[in-house]
């Protein structure tokens, strides 16, 4: 990697403008693509030109004067053979008011606009021409634009790039061969055209799809890609505690389960089964649907753990999940004898310190909690596999920071990975490629797809009436959902805590409770246990119910301000019915009036069940931020590519991506550190 301090002409000053924009490496400055493209090669005559044109022009000067109208400023004619224009300049010392007096000739860049008489250049870039000399030569190529600061002009940029082409060898890491067989264009040439293109190219520079910005699209993702792959070959090198055992915890498990599990259950299970049983850590992601039945799936994994002498971690992203894990897995182990706990921010301190020991001590088998789980005064006694509940709910940067908790002289824990949030293939073979994946393609038999309407929320009365239907007259339970909208967190608790009034005076015959956020644990615990238990009809609440949430008697969801929130969101609400057999609904309220966009959305949710198909649309409208969640964002750095646009590329991607990894080790690391800087930084374990 060369370094831009190399560069001729480069003072601190320069390299701190540049950091700034990202740029370190001689790398960084030829990835740093032109915004637009200015037209020098050519000098139009001035009885041509029209208003927007950003050109080039030359002639001679035949009249100068300063004007002092309501701004004083300088004025020339200037004329070619075929006409005249204006040029107009607001600022100006003495000195160029000397030089571009008559008879100077004179050529010109700028924009052609309307002026009071005529056409006129404002400020326009110019250059004195002195045709006793010799006349400069006109730009081979284009003349690029950079997106830039004020502290760093175009000049800089032009004189490195054209340094760089001059006295580097620009490296191309991508062999020849697999070149070739991708058609793919050569660096050198690729990057030549996209800052140097000619008039011709240019035009065609715009299009996304233009072999040079694929060239480079390619490559970026190439190098992505075999980061994340580079990271997983180097956790095959730690050792992992084989978990082999008789499987006599789960067989009892499963003996006192009151359903069978789905063939994808299985199937998934054989899966992470023989990942347990190997020395090297599992890093599983297990995808399914929402219901699909992941939670069994945890436990049945946990049990294995626990059976070989380990403990195991439960991680939720939130405490109200977490609460209802912790019930969970005490039902279906406590009959086992094996001990559960859960570790909440909600602890006294005294409680807290006990519980600590005793995950200290071994004495507990599994302990259930948030992403405090691993704050530092956590020591587990033997921790053998972490398992983590709606990953994406978490940063990528917390997944890969927990392989380090739990090691204990070299033994690193499994890790199961679970999310209801379907990652669209393409994301998930950059994002996720060092995850192995399984995926429960199936859900339990017996469900009935909930229906879902779309109305507007002046038919709320309609609305609470088939509450008040489903409530009684069906003895089932409903939730509303409040979304949170408005800026402050305080303004959006009390519209919840007022919805629950309202709807409390309009239905004064149910048993209505109320779950936020910011309630204590042990408040949201109770109102939670209390809907359980049926003691509640309807459960008022902001979008914390989001994950996890089951409650199989509940069959009517409502969500209102539903075109606020995003595809997949909608999605994951929605899932917390439909959870036995009856049939269920959704019904989505939305404030009028309601733009297309939003009508659309709205659509694809009311109209498709399948939450692989609505992460996708998600990915289309929204791009892969929000299918990953905001936090996440940052794993997908990218300059140039962009998963959505450049989507066909990635099977070719993951297949070449593979071939460098395996045979041109030198080529892989050169790639990955010419493009993912952060990259190697969360890879140390
Ligand atoms: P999710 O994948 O969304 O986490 P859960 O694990 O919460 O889904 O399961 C949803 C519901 O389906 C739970 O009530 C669970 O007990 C039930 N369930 C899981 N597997 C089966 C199965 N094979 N047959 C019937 N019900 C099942
Ligand atoms: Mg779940």
């Given at each position: 990697m060369v370094t831009i301090d190399s560069l001729h002409g480069v003072n601190d000053k320069i390299i701190e403008q540049l950091n700034k924009l990202n740029i370190y490496t001689i790398d960084d400055m030829l990835f740093y693509l032109p915004l637009r493209y200015e037209d020098r090669t050519k000098i139009k005559r001035l009885a041509e030109l029209q208003v927007g044109d950003n050109t080039m022009v030359e002639g001679t000067i035949q009249a100068a004067e300063v004007k002092y109208g309501k701004k004083r400023s300088l004025i020339c004619i200037l004329e070619d053979d075929t006409g005249t224009i204006m040029l107009r300049f607001f600022h100006f010392y003495p000195a160029l008011r000397e030089a571009l007096k008559p008879g100077t000739k004179l050529r010109c860049f700028g924009e052609v606009r309307q002026g009071y008489h005529c056409l006129e250049l404002v400020h326009p870039q110019y250059e004195l021409l002195d045709y006793s000399n010799s006349v400069p030569d006109l730009a081979e190529h284009l003349t690029p634009i950079y997106r830039t600061s004020?502290?760093?002009?175009?000049t800089v940029f032009h004189s490195l790039i054209d340094q760089i082409f001059a006295k580097y060898e620009i490296i191309d890491y991508i062999p020849e061969a697999l070149r070739f067989k991708l058609n793919l264009m050569p660096l050198r040439e690729a990057v030549q055209i996209l800052h140097h293109p000619t008039s011709e190219i240019a035009a065609t520079l715009t299009d996304e799809k233009h072999p040079a910005k694929i060239r480079l699209a390619f490559e970026e993702l190439l190098a992505h890609h075999m980061s994340i792959y580079s990271l997983r070959a180097n956790l095959n090198k730690y050792n992992a505690a084989k978990l082999d055992n008789a499987g006599t915890l789960v067989q009892a498990l499963l003996a006192q389960l009151s359903f069978k599990l789905t063939a994808a259950q299985k199937s998934v299970i054989t899966e992470i089964t023989n990942d347990l049983r190997s020395a090297n850590p599992m890093q599983r992601l297990l995808q399914g649907d929402v219901?699909?039945?992941k939670t069994i799936v945890a436990a049945i994994s946990a049990l294995q753990a626990i059976e070989s002498g380990y403990q195991v971690a439960i991680m939720a992203p939130t405490e109200l999940l977490s609460e209802q894990h912790t019930r969970t897995f005490t039902q279906w182990l406590e009959p086992l004898d094996i001990k559960v706990t859960w570790l909440t921010s909600s602890l006294t301190k005294k409680k807290r310190e006990q519980t600590l020991a005793t995950i200290l001590s071994g004495e507990v088998a599994l302990i259930i909690g948030t992403?405090?789980?691993?704050?530092?005064d956590v020591e587990f006694h033997k921790l053998g596999l972490i398992i983590v509940d709606e990953q994406h709910k978490f940063g990528v940067h917390q997944r890969l920071a927990l392989r380090n908790k739990g090691n204990q002289a070299g033994i690193y824990p499994h890790q199961l990975i679970m999310t209801a949030t379907p990652i669209p293939r393409t994301l998930a073979m950059t994002a996720y490629a060092d995850l192995d994946t399984s995926i429960i393609d199936e859900l339990p038999p017996g469900r009935t797809p909930v229906t879902t309407v779309v109305m507007p929320n002046t038919r709320r009365d309609e609305v609470i009436a088939r509450i008040k239907n489903v409530c009684t007259n069906e003895a089932r339970q409903a939730y509303w959902v409040c979304p949170l909208i408005e800026e402050s967190e305080t303004l959006q608790l009390q519209a919840a805590e007022e919805t629950a009034i309202k709807l409390q005076k309009s239905l004064p015959e149910l048993k209505i409770g109320l779950v936020h956020s910011r309630m204590k644990s042990k408040e949201k615990e109770q109102v939670m246990d209390a809907f359980i238990a049926k003691e509640l009809h309807l459960l008022v609440a902001t979008?914390?119910?989001?994950?996890?949430?089951?409650?199989?008697?509940?069959s009517l969801m409502i969500i209102e301000?539903?075109?606020?929130?995003g595809l997949a969101q909608l999605h994951q609400l929605r899932g917390r019915v439909g959870r036995g057999a009856v049939q269920s609904y959704c019904v989505l309220l939305y404030q009028l009036p309601l733009s297309e966009v939003s009508k659309s959305r709205l659509g694809i949710i009311r109209d498709n069940h399948d939450g692989f198909v609505i992460a996708q649309y998600d990915l289309d409208i929204r791009g892969p931020g929000e299918v990953l969640g905001t936090r996440q964002k940052g794993i997908m750095n990218l300059r140039i590519a962009d998963v959505r646009r450049n989507k066909d590329l990635i099977n070719d991607v993951v297949e070449i991506g593979k071939i460098i990894f395996d045979n041109y080790p030198e080529q892989c690391q050169a790639l990955i550190q010419r493009w993912v800087k952060e990259g190697l930084n969360y890879g140390t374990i």
């Open positions: 004020s502290k760093l002009n175009q219901g699909s039945g992403h405090a789980l691993f704050q530092k979008t914390v119910i989001e994950v996890g949430v089951d409650v199989p008697n509940s301000n539903a075109e606020r929130l």
